[in-house]
């Protein structure tokens, strides 16, 4: 087992078991399902808007370099700088490089997956530059020096009185659990870095081609400030981010809104294109797109997986899980937790590693249900663990132990004699004493759940029997 | 100035080409129905929209009594600066308004960290969302998101049914194509970061009023 997979099991057992968690985890959701239950009331047809929607990203994916070669003219036309990246490594020297070369002390950030992937702040903050997290969870998750739980909803395990006591210890002068007066009290706090940041880093829900423009979602209204008032503002995204016309966003945003919180739509949805003009009242001076790569164009070949892509980083998947509202977001270990992080993360670190994910899951399809622009997850769950066994390591005695079961299966007569057999051996070992021993033939099984007691006759024994009276 | 024509492109652009060689299945395109249903009375529906997405939404007669109405708000606002778009229409408003109140023109620069409210036109009204949309013209990035509260004067006309007339609105007019910026805002700033509890205020406006005249 890998040391990820080790891992992800430890922090499993220990979340499942955490009865405050669990309650914080279910009053969120729960919240959750009512939003967006009313949300997609608003729609006429739910179900063709999620076609619609698949049928943008396809047609985005499978043109996906026509589209990039689109975006890019155009946003260049508008006076923005376009970096291609291959992998991390890439991303963050250029933008490490961009911020010491231009004397940047301060950056103000917004939220980004994409930022927490390529692991972004500690490569800026080794080079001396100091990030600031302004969405309201990652400024809370950063002072806790913890990664984001939630994709959508960074500070999602957290009460009202762990904030509080955080505000206290970290800003201190904090003497209330009103969620009001807290985030009064982080608005303050953070001002005072929007004013003085030279950098402001963003990600993008959308690169629209036709337009050139970058589209950015926001709430709180942290994401237009840092891409107003510092003098720089990069843009962080992967190329599967790009649509093809600004025309899809009048489906993409509200349907991105439904899925992601259950609003009919989000209260900033922002384009931004270039720097500011010479006509303009404010904006940065300069503007940097970086297109990132890190494993995408692989998952691109990948024509079963392609639609992983289309991911628009809603977090619906997760709500919908049974697994993630077991375990945590923390529990997995990787940027992207959930269904989707169990399906793309074997893809972008490494199948062998990361397999132990695609069994993170009781394959019930909720996921899948819940997708806004309907990718198959809970298949893609099936195909990672046919490729693992197919290409990774297996432990041998799993490899034999299929063997032999296909064996038996595929013949009538070497079932019955093999099921008689185990069903013998398994009555003597209980006979014996070894329940719960090192020597219980059951034991991995018994180990969570109670073993049955096997009974005295086969089920096609008793078939034959009962048929017979009849 | 870090390199932007990099190697990495070519190779990135030649993995997506040989990546799509095959290409990937598609769900089946059923017959195409309709998404939302059309909106019909558009004021009505924005009234109710903005009700929804907690927009103060002010009515008055026509674009004339659109100083006194902004006069009426301003009394309730702390004294401090107003930032407000430079244009002919709230030039010409400023003067009922006033009353002793310090302005700063979007024409003299972005707006401070202290000012009290913007005053901004907007370039089109959704009624399917009860939004606005602005572009960088309407006093500049800043101008919507820094002050605490937000007034919008706009009247019926700018009105159009659904984010997709919106959109095509501001491409047809060059707005898209002439601006480094724009917003489709809709209700004011909030958060919900903590326990899933509605928040208003996060880090841009706690009000947002529309001044919605009807002629």
């Known amino acids: 087992m890998s040391t990820a997979a080790q891992e992800f099991l430890r922090r499993s057992i220990e979340k499942s078991a955490d009865l405050t968690h669990k309650q914080i985890i279910r009053r969120g959701i729960d919240q959750y399902n009512t939003a967006n239950d009313r949300g997609r009331m608003r729609f006429a047809d739910w179900e063709a808007a999620r076609q619609r929607c698949h049928e943008i990203k396809w047609e985005a994916l499978n043109n996906l370099d026509r589209y990039l070669l689109e975006f890019e003219q155009r946003a260049k036309e508008r006076g923005a700088h376009v970096f291609w990246a291959e992998n991390s490594a890439e991303a963050c020297r250029y933008i490490t490089e961009l911020a010491t070369s231009r004397g940047v002390h301060k950056v103000v950030k917004s939220k980004s997956m994409v930022a927490e992937e390529i692991h972004l702040t500690p490569a800026l903050e080794k080079a001396g530059v100091q990030v600031v997290e302004t969405d309201l969870g990652e400024y809370i998750v950063q002072l806790r020096d913890e990664p984001p739980y939630h994709i959508v909803t960074p500070a999602m395990h957290l009460t009202r009185k762990d904030i509080a006591d955080l505000f206290k210890e970290k800003l201190g002068d904090v003497d209330t659990d009103d969620p009001v007066e807290l985030v009064a009290v982080a608005r303050r706090a953070l001002r005072r870095d929007f004013f003085s940041g030279e950098m402001g880093i963003s990600g993008a829900n959308f690169l629209v081609a036709d337009s050139g423009m970058i589209a950015l979602t926001t709430n709180e209204g942290n994401g237009r400030l840092c891409t107003s008032l510092p003098r720089i503002h990069v843009a962080l995204a992967g190329i599967e981010k790009v649509i093809p016309k600004l025309q899809d966003l009048a489906l993409l945003w509200p349907v991105l809104a439904t899925a992601g919180t259950g609003q009919p739509i989000t209260c900033y949805s922002t384009l931004i294109g270039g720097p500011r003009k010479p006509n303009e009242v404010d904006g940065p001076e300069e503007f940097h797109i970086v297109l990132l790569d890190n494993g995408r164009s692989e998952l691109l070949a990948d024509v079963e997986q392609r639609d992983v892509l289309h991911c628009i980083r809603c977090g619906a998947c997760l709500n919908a899980c049974p697994v993630f509202r077991t375990v945590g977001g923390h529990s997995y270990g990787t940027t992207y937790p959930g269904p989707i992080g169990s399906v793309l993360t074997p893809h972008l670190r490494g199948l062998n590693e990361f397999q132990h994910l695609s069994y993170a899951s009781s394959l019930c399809g909720a996921c899948t249900d819940s997708c806004p622009v309907k990718i198959d997850l809970h298949h893609h769950l099936l195909e990672n663990r046919r490729n693992a066994v197919n290409g990774a390591e297996r432990p041998w005695s799993e490899r034999i132990g299929f063997k032999i079961w296909q064996w038996t299966m595929q013949s009538a007569s070497r079932f019955r004699i093999l099921g008689g057999l185990a069903r013998a051996a398994l009555r003597v070992a209980h006979r014996l004493g070894l329940d719960g021993t090192p020597l219980d033939p059951m034991g991995p099984w018994s180990k969570n759940h109670a073993a049955p007691r096997v009974p005295k006759k086969s089920f096609r024994a008793l078939w034959g029997k009962n048929n017979a009276a009849n | ?215």
């Open chain 2, 1 to 215: 100035m870090p390199q932007t024509e990099n190697a990495s492109r070519e190779k990135i652009l030649a993995r997506i080409r040989t990546a799509l060689r095959e290409p990937a299945p598609r769900h089946e395109r059923s017959e195409a129905r309709a998404i939302f249903a059309p909106v019909t009375d558009l004021l009505d529906r924005f009234q109710k929209e903005c009700t929804i997405n907690i927009t103060e939404c002010v009515m008055i007669p026509d674009s004339r009594s659109a100083g006194t109405a902004v006069r009426d708000l301003l009394a309730a606002i702390p004294p401090g600066e107003i930032f407000v778009q430079d244009s002919p229409d709230l030039r010409q408003l400023a003067a009922a308004w006033q009353d002793g109140r310090e302005i700063q023109w979007s024409s003299e620069g972005g707006p401070k960290e202290a000012s009290q409210a913007t005053i901004s036109g907007c370039e089109v009204l959704v009624a399917q969302t009860g939004s606005v949309l602005v572009s960088a013209a309407c006093g500049g990035r800043g101008a919507s998101v820094v002050a605490p509260v937000h007034i919008v004067v706009a009247t019926v006309a700018q009105l159009v049914p659904d984010i997709s007339a919106a959109l095509a609105r501001v491409q047809e007019r060059g707005i898209v194509a002439q601006s480094s910026y724009l917003c489709l805002i809709t209700g004011s700033s909030r958060t919900a970061d903590i326990e899933k509890i509605l928040v208003m205020g996060a880090h841009g406006p706690r009000r947002l009023i529309v001044v919605l005249a009807m002629s």
